[in-house]
Structures are given as structure tokens and as C-alpha cells.
């Protein structure tokens, strides 16, 4: 599968963006897919995920409350609508997916990445 992200720029912190993550190839149905972001200098993390059945999700802390993880198997996309949006939530998102269930690492795909940047 073919994962193409999308949706990132520039906003002012408190700000919202949605993220896209768009698949080719294959269905997204059959696989948990994920959200990672990795900030300059540092480690690429975790950001949420969303299970192939069911819908459950799964998000870091840094995030929760304010991000929220979605899919939409008909358009085999995925979403990250990003609320509240702080300088410290400024770095490249990857989206990628898994098979099996919700889980924060250990995924088989992954897409290009879309820089998000917020000022403060």
C-alpha cells in the first residue's frame, strides 16, 4: 500500500490543520493506521492510531484532548484533525500502516511526510 500525506503549513498556535493521509495500492480496511511526527533534532514519535475494525484509537499524551485520529475506508483516506495547535506540535507528520491491532510501533508502511509548523 501507498500512503500519501497531505494537509500541513503554517499556523498560529492555537490554531487547527487537518491532515490527510491518502492510500493507494490496497484497501486501507485491513490495517491499524498511525500518525508520527518527528521535530528537527529529535526522534521520530508517536503520535495515534486507529484500528482496522472497530475504530478504536489510541493517542500519545502530549496530544490527547486535542488531536483526533479518523478514517474513512469508502475514500481510503485517514485523518488527524489537529486542534489547540502548539509550538511544540511543529515538525513532519508521517502516516503509515500496520497489520494487526492499535499499537505505537512496529508499522509496515509509510508515507512522505507534511511539515507543520506553528508559530508561537
Known amino acids: 500500500v501507498q500512503l500519501q500525506a497531505s494537509g500541513g503549513g503554517l499556523v498560529q498556535a492555537g490554531g487547527s490543520l487537518r491532515l490527510s493521509c491518502a492510500a493507494s495500492g490496497r484497501s486501507i480496511s485491513i490495517y491499524t493506521m498511525g500518525w508520527f511526527r518527528q521535530a528537527p533534532g529529535k526522534e521520530r514519535e508517536f503520535v495515534a492510531a486507529i484500528s482496522w475494525i472497530g475504530g478504536s484509537t489510541y493517542y500519545a499524551a502530549s496530544v490527547k484532548g486535542r488531536f483526533t485520529i479518523s478514517r474513512d475506508n469508502a475514500k481510503n483516506t485517514v485523518y488527524l484533525q489537529m486542534n489547540s495547535l502548539k509550538p511544540e506540535d511543529t515538525a513532519v507528520y508521517y502516516c503509515?500502516?500496520?497489520?494487526?491491532?492499535?499499537?505505537?510501533?512496529?508499522?509496515?508502511?509509510w508515507g512522505q511526510g507534511t511539515q507543520v509548523t506553528v508559530s508561537s
Open positions: 503509515a500502516a500496520r497489520r494487526g491491532g492499535l499499537a505505537d510501533e512496529v508499522y509496515d508502511y
